[in-house]
């Protein structure tokens, strides 16, 4: 088992930043390839970013492209997701998941934390 717990959600302005992170336990954390998603009000869990087990790949949707950042810090257990430029379309509950061994662009991951908000006020 993998728990991940996520923080850093809250309520922002249009056009500024939060930083989320995910701190993991349970098992080896670099065995994990690592991914944030989101869900908003009446639409399904998508893909927002990911990144493989040692950092090297990372992989982002179209929407957030140049504003989002993903990161991990192994020694740490922890994965990062920092937000610029945040848009009032950003506002979701941003989750984050662990897959063993291979990052995938899609919501068939292993493990699930409890999710952090995220509002993004006009």
């Known amino acids: 088992q993998v728990q991940l717990v996520e923080s850093g959600g809250g309520l922002v302005q249009a056009g500024g930043s939060l930083s989320l992170s995910c701190a993991a336990s349970?098992?080896?954390?670099?065995?994990?390839?690592m991914g944030w998603f989101r869900q908003a009000p009446g639409k399904e869990r998508e893909f927002v970013a990911g990144i493989s087990r040692g950092g090297t790949n990372t992989y982002y949707a179209d929407s957030v492209k140049g504003r989002f950042t993903i990161s991990r810090d192994n020694p740490k257990n922890t994965v990062y997701l920092q937000m610029n430029s945040l848009e009032p379309e950003d506002t979701a509950v941003y989750y984050c998941a662990a897959r063993l061994w291979v990052l995938v662009v899609s919501t068939e991951y292993d493990y699930w934390g409890q999710g952090t908000q995220v509002t993004v006020s006009s």
């Open positions: 349970g098992r080896t954390f670099s065995n994990y390839a």
